[in-house]
């Protein structure tokens, strides 16, 4: 599905953003037809409107799990950080478990390969390169290999970084950026600067300071680096920059950015350069990202916070471990680094860049998750197609350790008996909301009750209920066919069978205050193969159901697109379906998918809320027009901290996989 109803500006600085940052083929985004684009880079890429950060509310939701409406209004620095301190949390409670019931849970491990890496310590050049890199033939899930292994090795030292004098004021748009000589491959370049003392910042006018360097000699396939760091003080008087970097081409369009590189303010991007030509870097702060006009350093909409840094650009400047390991499709490969490396990436058969990772996300994985975690980086991939991939390590310099193991999916490990049941349950309930960070039991409406807000009757209950089933089973039977073994139960058709084994339920009913989940939707993990068949899921209606408002991205109510021309059940079928198979979608272990390119995918993200309802080019829900919504493959929303191109479809396909 290629139809963007509501592609504006925004949406085109997040399709060049997916396109360039994810590593797939290359393509042009559609011409925005304005230099605005502060909301562009800032909501296309995850960052904040000019609104201040703010402390994260009691009722906030994990946005990795939760449909928000405004995703750009999310602290994603604030999540990253706790995903990576459940992520510890978990891998130890894991070496516990392992340490007190040997003939348990670690009777089911094996014996690892061990890997000692070939290339010599302190040297580049080794297996620097997709087509160097070191075979591990004796890792996979095919009869006669190993389905584990721990890799040891070493990223060596880049070449030393040649500082450069700091620039002048202004340099705060691509106009007046500050020239940055790179003269080749294996060169770095360091200075210093700070936010807030050109005419923009606090002490001039207050409409924002920014820093630009311009990048000339960039080539084509050559990976730019571009680490930025702040001073470490104590000193509550000294300002200290919480910042965001931000990579443009000379056309002023937003391709990358980085805002916390791990648990600190600290920023960092390191991308392959998409084709020969100028680019632009921008230094600016979380709440004050970009100016709105990337070619006037005026046109910024206000200061955030300001102080000092140094920042380092390089080409081809640090080290890259690749290597070769073949896998079958529906493998779930997961693997951790820990030591001196600090990110992984994982290629497909065709080079294609699959999953960057530079977090531990693992803790958003449900208990009975057998995917390593812990480290640095964690990152786990269902493969839709069998070959040789590329596992690739970097981002440090020093002794790493590389877990790796790989599994067949959950439904074919338990046998050809396992059918996933889907229970969707319209009654209303009683809940236990602390499985989706919630206070504890809550009860919660019925899908009935929300009937009158989409100007339905009573007696159309049963016609809506049937249109959402549909839509579910379109999405999740229609669409996969004899591949998947999946039964969807309901609450008016079916006893409710929740409880019973291998039986998931999703929730559709209920308003946020009496959830106190401020979100649409929200699943109870990401399970990458699901391998844990019995969790819940909810989707809340009171958004959906609000009266009207403006037909803007992160309006999602059904309302704001229903006409007299509009068929008001199917819509809402549509609609609703869509959203429970979003949720679905996450506990079969698909994370969020970027909503502002020209991919709609039921992943996307909340906050482009008419291309996920499926609303057509009329921009009226309910007419002939409207888009079928699928599972397919899409870039990773980039808010999220991944980057490659996530096949949701092979994640859903896999994790209801019927035995082949």
Request: no cysteine; glycine share 12%.
């Amino acid at each position: 599905m290629r139809h963007r109803p509501i592609l504006t500006a925004l949406g085109a600085a997040g399709a060049v953003a997916g396109l360039l940052l994810f590593g797939g083929p290359t393509a042009a985004a559609p011409d925005p037809g304005s230099r605005s684009v502060e909301l562009d880079a800032a909501r296309a890429l995850g960052l904040p409107d000019v609104d201040k950060k703010k402390a994260v509310q009691a009722d906030a939701v994990n946005p990795y799990l939760g449909l928000v409406p405004e995703p750009n209004k999310v602290d994603w620095g604030y999540w990253r950080k706790k995903l990576a301190t459940d992520g510890h949390q978990r891998a130890v409670a894991s070496s516990k478990v392992r340490a007190a019931d040997p003939r348990g849970l670690a009777s089911r491990d094996v014996e690892p390969v061990f890997v000692d890496e070939e290339e010599p310590s302190r040297t580049l050049g080794g297996n620097d390169k997709i087509g160097t890199a070191e075979n591990l033939p004796r890792f996979g899930s095919a009869d006669g290999r190993t389905p584990a292994a721990r890799v040891v090795g070493t990223l060596a030292d880049g070449p030393a970084a040649v500082q450069f004098d700091p620039p002048k004021e202004d340099n705060g748009s691509i106009r007046v950026a500050s020239n940055v000589v790179l003269p080749g491959s294996q060169t770095r370049r360091t200075t210093t600067g700070k936010i807030g003392d050109g005419p923009h910042g606090s002490e001039g006018d207050k409409k924002g300071d920014f820093d630009f360097y311009k990048i000339t000699t960039a080539k084509a396939g050559q990976r730019l680096l571009v680490d930025l760091d702040t001073p470490n003080t104590n000193d509550a008087t000294q300002p200290k920059l919480d910042s965001v970097v931000v990579l443009w081409n000379k056309a002023g369009k937003a391709i990358a950015l980085n805002d916390d590189d791990g648990e600190t303010l600290d920023s960092r991007l390191a991308i392959n350069i998409p084709t020969d030509g100028e680019y632009f870097v921008s230094v600016g702060a979380y709440d004050a990202p970009v100016p709105e006009d990337p070619f006037d350093s005026a046109s910024g909409k206000g200061t955030g916070s300001e102080g000092a840094y140094s920042i380092t650009f390089g080409l081809d400047a640090d080290d890259v471990d690749f290597y070769q390991v073949d896998l079958r499709a529906g493998d779930v490969l997961g693997a951790a680094v820990s030591g001196a490396a600090r990110e992984l990436s994982v290629r497909d058969p065709e080079d294609h860049l699959r999953i960057t990772s530079r977090q531990d996300q693992s803790g958003i994985y449900p208990p009975t998750s057998p995917l390593p975690g812990g480290g640095n980086a964690v990152l786990a991939h269902v493969a839709d197609t069998s070959g040789t991939h590329t596992i690739a390590v970097s981002s440090g310099a020093g002794r790493y350790d590389l877990t790796l193991q790989v599994y067949r999916p959950g439904p074919e490990k338990r046998g050809a008996s396992t059918v996933q049941t889907i229970f969707l349950d319209f009654d209303g309930a009683q809940v236990n909301t602390k499985i989706w960070g919630g206070t504890g039991v809550r009860t919660l409406s019925p899908f009935r009750s929300f009937l009158g807000r989409w100007n339905l009757r009573g007696d159309q209950e049963n016609a809506t209920i049937d249109a959402v089933i549909k839509s579910v089973r379109e999405n999740l039977e229609h669409d996969f066919g004899d591949r998947v073994a999946i039964r969807i139960l309901n609450s008016r058709d079916n006893r409710d069978p929740w409880g019973e084994p291998n039986v998931s339920r999703v929730v559709i009913g209920g308003s946020s205050d009496e959830a106190g989940l401020t979100t649409v939707g929200i699943s109870q993990s990401v399970d990458p193969g699901n391998f844990d068949t019995e969790e819940s899921a909810l989707v809340l209606l009171d958004d959906m159901s609000n009266p009207g408002g403006a037909r803007n991205t992160s309006n999602p109510s059904l309302l704001a697109y229903m006409t007299p021309a509009s068929n008001r059940v199917g819509f809402v079928g549509q609609a609703v379906g869509n959203a429970v198979s979003h949720e679905i979608g996450h506990f079969l272990g698909s994370w969020h998918t970027a909503a502002f390119d020209d991919t709609a995918d039921l992943m996307d993200q909340g906050g482009n809320f008419a291309v996920l309802w499926g609303v057509g080019a009329d921009q009226i829900g309910g007419t002939a027009d409207d888009d079928d919504v699928d599972f397919g493959r899409d870039v990773f929303n980039p808010g999220e901290g991944f980057a490659g191109s996530q096949a949701t479809s092979a994640n859903t396909e896999w994790g209801l996989s019927a035995v082949r």
